[in-house]
C-alpha cells in the first residue's frame, strides 16, 4: 500500500489549495481516509475524514472552509482548503485504514502568508 500526498504550496491568507492522495495496492472506496496536520511544533491533529460510506467528518477549526472527497475513477481523496488562514500553515498527510492497520502518506508542506 502506497500513499502519495501532493499539492501543497505557499498561499495567501484567504486563497485556496487542494490538497490530492492518491493510493496503489488499495481501493479507496471501501476504506476510512483522514487528512491529518501537523503545525510547526505542534502534535499532529485530525483535519478531515471520509468513510467508507461517503461520509465525511471535519474538525472546528476547519469546518465550513475544507472539503474532503474522493473520486473512484482516478483512486484519490482530495482536500480542497479555502478561506485559508496562517493557522493552517502545517505538513499535511493522508492516512487510510485497512483491516486493522494504519497507513500513511508522505507529508505536504502547506503555507499560508498573512
Known amino acids: 500500500v502506497q500513499l502519495q500526498a501532493s499539492g501543497g504550496g505557499l498561499a495567501q491568507a484567504g486563497g485556496s489549495l487542494r490538497l490530492s492522495c492518491a493510493a496503489s495496492?488499495?481501493?479507496?472506496?471501501?476504506?476510512?481516509v483522514r487528512w491529518y496536520r501537523q503545525p510547526p511544533g505542534k502534535e499532529r491533529e485530525s483535519v478531515a475524514t471520509?468513510?467508507?460510506?461517503?461520509?465525511?467528518t471535519y474538525a472546528d477549526s476547519v469546518k465550513g472552509r475544507f472539503t474532503i472527497s474522493r473520486n473512484t475513477s482516478n483512486n484519490t481523496v482530495y482536500l480542497q482548503m479555502d478561506s485559508l488562514k496562517p493557522e493552517d500553515t502545517a505538513v499535511y498527510y493522508c492516512?487510510?485504514?485497512?483491516?486493522?492497520?494504519?497507513?500513511w502518506g508522505q507529508g505536504t508542506q502547506v503555507t499560508v502568508s498573512s
Open positions: 495496492g488499495i481501493i479507496f472506496n471501501f476504506i476510512t
Open positions: 471520509i468513510s467508507s460510506n461517503g461520509e465525511t
Open positions: 492516512s487510510a485504514y485497512l483491516l486493522g492497520s494504519q497507513y
